[in-house]
């Protein structure tokens, strides 16, 4: 991967950040209801002292200089207050991230681990009874809405078989191996709803990548080599059709992390999905401007770790 | 991929020749055969029918099924399935079958109104762009390359944050509700459709036909409106169907969080969030309504599914 196109994904990841902010800030500045508009109609504020407010907060400037303005604010980590939680909008954020980050990467992971060989299994034998059953299940698999899921373990698993606690604790005050016991058992239901609504649909795009792969020459060239055909489809057809798997799977964060809000908000795990919710409840706008803008540049980010993946795995991309 | 499909033979185009499969059958049109393709895909038929059933159970249901959908009866409070109740009751002893099958109309509308907002921008951005290329091409695609990589339930949730209100004063709390969540959910779902769209606009104003037409002096809109889109029209059918199962899904995702439709409304999302937190004592309450959403949602992805097999005529089935 050259340098060149490295700095070329980086530069292009610029305008996409600004386009999002420019969106979110649109959606702010359209929406009804103005945060002094209470001193407008009381009769007690004389007008001065309302314009006069107005002008100190720069209310009254045009809609590009207030955008600008808190553009800058974004960078420079003032992300605001949250009157709720009596903290700053980025310490409150920092502190959420990483456990929606370890529940994600977790979920992402049982994913790939399911979808993998299964795709690989179901388009090896196309049409047959395995690949039947796979597909009808993946269907059955993303149209389950990942609410509907939780709810589901939730019956089976604290209700029915009381195996498993349903609330995410974040004081577990056990240590050593008997606290990673605890962390395991509360992570597995999470982690199972998000992972499997992931893994329905990357089987389906594991299956048909594999499937334009297994008829090229090249594969046909390995096989009347004498390879074993499991040799073929690990070392030759796999490697090749993972490619763009990859971008797939990156394309798919948005989904993931609308499915981790709900989850998180199922299983009351302290992430920054529950965190929206919460903030939305209690009209803490910083927090939720922050929180949204957040995921945004998550989404960015998983964007470009998908470009460097893909120009890393098929050098032919970066010269394009 | 649906974009590169050859134009003269799409299955939906009104006028197709398709000389030599007429001479061996004496009836034969697009629709016919994209029928006869469709039947194959069994799945999709049981779905078709599914769904269809469900559509007559909450257009009629409450016709037929004459509870009153708000009766408060606290001796009946959280009955499993019974003669009287055949889907139990929640906790306020109000009939669950009832709210189930008026709550339907509206999640199942909200589906069929959010596709068509998102199949109208889409085609319109993606006419737009192919038509135009240069410059308004590249903003046009460089927008929904953006709108494709928003977080789409964060941008959800802070629109209905900040509008709400606005809109409930305005349009009534039902009413107001339906629109904003029709239009957001619509208008962040335009994207593939602007693509496939786009690109078919790209490949197809290349062809004789429509040289022909522009020879003859037809418009931009004529061409359009009569000689490419109706070439384009099987893939953007197949993306609105998937579209009307991702809308199902993200109105009950948001009346789940508690952030949709108001109470009085019982959607099934709505009917689920109200019953999750008596998932010991009731479950018949929660699994009705989420076997409900799942139900449609399924059929809906099967008949999509179905449907691109059958209007896609390089298929050989």
Redesign the interface.
Known sequence: MSRQYLIRRLLIAIPSLLGISLVLYSVLALAPGDPFGELATNPAIPPEVAAALRAKFGLDDPVWSRYLHWLTAMFQGDWGFSFVSRMNVDTLILQRLPTTLIVIGAAQLLAIVVALPIGVLAATRPYSVFDQIANTLAFIGFSLPTFFTGLLLILLFSIKLDWLPFVFRDDITATGLQWLWEETKQSIMPVMVLGLFQGASLVRFVRSAVLDVVRLDYVTTARSKGIGERKVVVRHVVRTALIPVVTLVALQMPIVFGGAIVTEQIFRIPGIGSLLISSILANDTPVVMGVTFVFACLVVLFNLIADFLYAWLDPRIAFR | MPGSTPASLSAEAPAVPAAAAAAKKPRFSPGLEAWRRFRRHK?AVASAVILLGMILAVAFGPLVWRVPINEIDFAAKLEGPTLAHPFGTDDLGQDVLARLLYGGRISLSVGLCAMLVAAFVGVLVGALAGMSRGTVDAILM??A??F????????L???I???R??LKSAFGPEGGVFIMIVIVIGGLRWMPVARLVRAQILSLREKEFVEAARALGASKMRQVVRHILPNALGPVIVAGTIDV?AAI?AE??LS????GFPPDIPTW?RV?FDA?DY??IA?HW?MFP?AA??LA??SI??IG?GLRDALDPRRVL
């Open positions: 799945l460089w927008l390359d953006l494709l990589s928003l977080p789409q339930l964060p941008l949730l802070l629109v944050y900040l509008f209100d606005a199962a899904i009950s995702t789940f969080l508690g952030l999302g689920l999750k998932l010991d479950p929660a989420g959403i799942f949602v399924l992805n099967f599914d």
